[in-house]
């Protein structure tokens, strides 16, 4: 398979790594994209992952991120401002997908999210990821965000991990 795919086009063999590199590393049997990846960490508040082959068709960095309550006191809610640049000019003007991954400190998955249509790439832009909690227990929550194919399971980008406290300054609108 390897020479049928050196003798393919850039942009088809690109597919196809992508499409190899997510059936063998990312399916986990729970179809959980970013599964494989909570065990990472890093002394840092916001970071990115590594690179992965075939996944570096857009670059993500987290812009903003914020914890605080809503104007319903019975929820928190979690907004992550991302960064994208998309360098694989095949991307652009089409609709992907992006899914966001909250844990506990000690790991426990709490929601995720992601958006229900998804949305059109440009070549540089800016997305929200946001998700509520009514369980105002929570304090602090870990984030992990990826581009993703419209499917949900094939990832376009890197991944990036955030760690977020709850700021009770003042409500969210």
């Known amino acids: 398979m390897l020479l049928l795919l050196v003798s393919i086009t850039t942009t ?19 179809d959980d994209i970013l599964g494989n990846f909570n065990s990472i960490g890093s002394t840092s508040k916001i970071y990115a992952q590594p690179s992965i082959a075939g996944t570096n068709q857009i670059t ?6 914020l ?6 006191a019975a929820y928190n809610q979690l907004k992550v401002i991302v960064n994208y640049e998309t360098k694989d000019v095949s991307l652009i003007n089409t609709r992907i997908n992006g899914v966001m991954q909250v ?19 440009n070549q540089t832009g800016t997305i929200q990821f946001a998700t509520s909690f009514a369980d105002k227990s929570i304090q ?34």
């Open 140 to 173: 602090n929550v870990k984030a992990d965000i990826i581009l993703t194919g419209l499917d949900k399971s094939t990832p376009l980008s890197n991944i990036i991990t955030t760690h977020v406290a709850l700021n009770n300054t003042g409500p969210l609108l």
């Open 12 to 30: 088809t063999t690109a597919v196809a790594v992508t499409l190899a590199f997510n059936f063998g590393v990312f399916s986990n049997g729970n």
């Open 103 to 121: 844990s506990l400190s000690n790991g426990s998955l709490v929601k995720m999210s992601s958006f229900p249509n998804g949305f059109i790439v």
């Open 67 to 72: 914890f605080s309550p809503l104007t319903k």
């Open 60 to 65: 993500i960095a987290a812009s903003s991120t």
